[in-house]
T-cell receptor
């Protein structure tokens, strides 16, 4: 059982459209991270959110941490083909850094 | 480049054999995490070391073991290998052991057991 549940599992959209990926848990995290992974490569850290209700923007990506620090979302505006990849959320508890199963995002030209 | 180095990049070995995967963390990072990633299991946490001491274990098989040395590099030992152990193995390093544990991943070792 995954501590962090991500949805949807797969997402395919046209270039220029917007998308949102969700990460939910019943546990409270001191911080939550989002990573992007390309095939055959290691995950790359995109952002860390720490404070409940926090919103962080990274160019066309907007990350939000829930008020109760149990959930998070990633919103991409005007997606580009370069946004294609596996998006993973991760949270730390009891010295373990656990990952969700990921959302595979495909942006079609 | 994350600054985390994993060797070897690829490894092909036979069932029943033993292999050692090596990880050099980013300069200054004291934490090392090991993960196994297969197509149907996602990124599974195996074990976490901080400054030479084991801090947490995940779903790590008894046939697998790890250690972190005084120079902070880490090794993951996999023994009595089975076909199902074929996967990508990643290590990640972090400056912290708890709290805001941002992790920086290596390129991984692709293990194929034949």
């Amino acid at each position: 059982t995954q501590l962090l549940e991500q949805s949807p599992q797969f997402l395919s959209i046209q270039e220029g459209e917007n998308l949102t990926v969700y990460c939910n848990s019943s546990s409270v995290f001191s911080s939550l991270q989002w990573y992007r992974q390309e095939p055959g490569e290691g995950p790359v850290l995109l952002v860390t959110v720490v404070t409940g209700g926090e919103v962080k923007k990274l160019k066309r990506l907007t990350f939000q941490f829930g008020d109760a620090r149990k959930d998070s979302s990633l919103h991409i505006t005007a997606a580009q083909t370069g946004d294609t990849g596996l998006y993973l959320c991760a949270g730390a508890y009891d010295y373990k850094l656990s990952f969700g199963a990921g959302t595979t995002v495909t942006v079609r030209a | 480049d994350s600054g985390v180095t994993q060797t070897p990049k690829h490894l092909i070995t036979a069932t029943g054999q033993r292999v050692t995967l090596r990880c050099s963390p980013r300069s200054g990072d004291l934490s090392v995490y090991w993960y196994q990633q297969s197509l149907d299991q996602g990124l599974q946490f195996l074990i976490h070391y901080y400054n030479g001491e084991e801090r947490a274990k995940g779903n790590i098989l008894e046939r697998f073991s790890a250690q972190q040395f005084p120079d902070l590099h880490s090794e993951l030992n996999l023994s009595s290998l089975e076909l199902g152990d074929s996967a990508l193995y990643f290590c990640a390093s972090s400056p912290r052991t708890r709290g805001n544990t941002e992790a920086f991943f290596g390129q991984g070792t692709r293990l194929t057991v034949v």
